[in-house]
């Protein structure tokens, strides 16, 4: 009973030594360092930008959710083209948990009731080539229309997938959540006469037309090529001149780039009242009224549709209670000295600058043509992305002061520390009084737009605390290896394996027989006369026996199949003298000499270090990875 005490308390110490110890602090310390950079913030950042904490509509409304993703550009070969391997790859990496990570929670707490991309989902889309185009560029002609696809997929997977996790349906878009991407980019077609056409022909095959207009809680969202548009006025980098659409050379040449937009432009009016039409159908089951007060533009919609249909079966309905906004991955032009407000990262204004396949604004040509088309009093607000920073002003060029917001980039590899998206909540009631009136003094409500722009974690910052945590570890596991003594370590270790032999051994049966041998042996040596004739007193029949003629009892002999089964598999490890060891239980000679050398301390500082280290990095990185893994 005793021994199994002492046993017990040895094995609990042995395990409170091991829970008190460094390395399992400094585990504990990083699995909430860990949990922390790759869940906790993720989660915060999102939850601060819950609807219900910054929109402020009369209560018991149902406003309309909009979520605007800018400039994802997936890191691809184009995006460091000389960054090596694996630098690279770990780029990549840790791009896309980024954008999977931070999207999937937007779509898993804000529920948005559309997403809407604006432009440059690809960084290195438009050099990728087709069977009818290739890079301009040498180093990436060997890039073509499989690898292309491949990033197409890896677009899907990231975005499309993350998406669906939500509800098909929603309170205010009873009809099915809305996902588009659509808009292009200069990265993912070029930028104007530098476009290829069976680049943007691919480009509107998979995610669809390039210019649309979208009635999205009662506002009328208008997607513009605008990257395709601006080859009509193209800024020359060289000489900061810029072409104009008179019939220029230039301008011709490019004519199968910009004029379907400029076409689109033309009839937008048109195509809007069309839009209305189906939403009013569909959404308020407004029937056949009398077609007696058309506004201009339903009255030219209505004059296409009865050549096609024999009944009339538009309504007269307003376009400008539908407010207009315009969405472009380029900002339209502003002075040099606009700025862009306090929450924008670097500087305060967007350069004007341009150079291959890029330009920072557009031309004041194309910003007016655009305003002129889709009538500056019902345009409320625009958005526009290709800057990656955030910025907001009002034009004071246009009627009506219409406010351009430039949504920052989603991902953290585009130059700036805090990505973000935009947030936008529309509420505009549309009265069908106001709706079917023909009053030409009806002006289109200006109130009806909120904005939030949603900060996602800086991942640099995260990656930085990382290495502060990783040399502060190192630190501590330094001071321990230097207040570490390995004599005294190696004594402790002794003492507490003599204090742990609990069982015996064959060596201190050995030690104990001989021991009462030499006692034995000692007492009949050195004993009186009186008592050596008492322990040794002669029975009948045997004493009279000569001392030279007794013999031992004969002992038993071992069968010869046993002596040699003893001999050939050996119970224990043979010491020195050829005995065998009782005490390792049969187990082989490595296994318990690896089994010493762990319970044995290190014999110098380094190894102890060396020790300590491994005992501390590979629990962390298994949790690390498998935080990646599930992330």
Known sequence: MKGNALLAQASLGSVKGRLISIPTALLVFWIFLLLWGERRIFDQSV????????????????????????????????????????????TVLYTDRYLRRSYRLLQEHLQPDATLFLGDLFDGGREWGTGESSSPEQRYRKYGSRFWLKEYIRFSNIFLRSWLTGSSVSPAEPTGRRLLASLPGNHDLGFAAGIQMPVKERFDAYFGPLNRIDIIGNHSFVHLD??????????????????????????????????????????????????????????????????????????????????????????????????????????????AEANCGPMRERGSAIPLQAGYQYQNVLTPLISNDIVKHLTAEEITMIYSGDDHDYCEIEHNEFTGRIREITVKSISWAMGIRKPGVQLVSLWNPVGVDKAMSNDPKLSTPRDTVQNHMCLLPDQLSIFIRYGQAAGLTLFILLLSALRYNPSAAVSQAQHEKSEASLLP??????????????????????????????????????????????????????????????NAYPIGPVDVAGNNDDDDWGMPKRMVAMAKRRNLPPATRLAYLRREIGRTAWPVLAVYMWLLWNG
């Open 47 to 90: 939850r601060q930008c819950l609807w219900q904490q910054w929109e402020s509509w009369p209560a018991h409304t149902q406003p309309h959710h909009v979520l605007l993703v800018a400039d994802p550009q997936l890191v691809d070969p184009h995006t460091y083209p000389d960054r090596p391997w694996p630098l690279s790859s770990l």
């Open 226 to 335: 605008t990257v395709s548009l601006s080859a009509m006025d193209q800024i020359d980098p060289k000489t900061g001149s810029s072409g104009t659409g008179d019939g220029s050379a230039a301008a011709t040449a490019s004519s199968k780039i910009w004029k379907p937009v400029e076409d689109f432009l033309a009839e937008a009016k048109t195509i809007r009242a069309k839009a209305i039409q189906h939403t009013c159908e569909t959404r308020f089951s407004w029937k056949n009224p009398a077609p007696l007060s058309l506004v201009p533009e339903v009255q030219r919609a209505d004059q296409t549709e009865s050549s096609k249909t024999p009944q009339n079966s538009l309504y007269p309905v307003s376009s400008s209670q539908f407010p207009t906004i315009i969405l472009s991955h380029v900002p339209l032009y502003r002075s």
């Open 505 to 566: 051994t064959a060596e201190s049966r050995r030690a104990h027989e001989s021991s009462n041998h030499s006692n034995s042996s000692c007492v009949q040596s050195g004993g009186s006369s009186h008592s050596h004739s008492h322990l040794f007193t002669r029975k009948p029949g045997y004493g009279h026996i000569p001392a030279s003629s007794r013999t031992a009892s004969p002992v038993p002999s071992k069968p010869p199949y046993i002596e040699h089964a003893r």
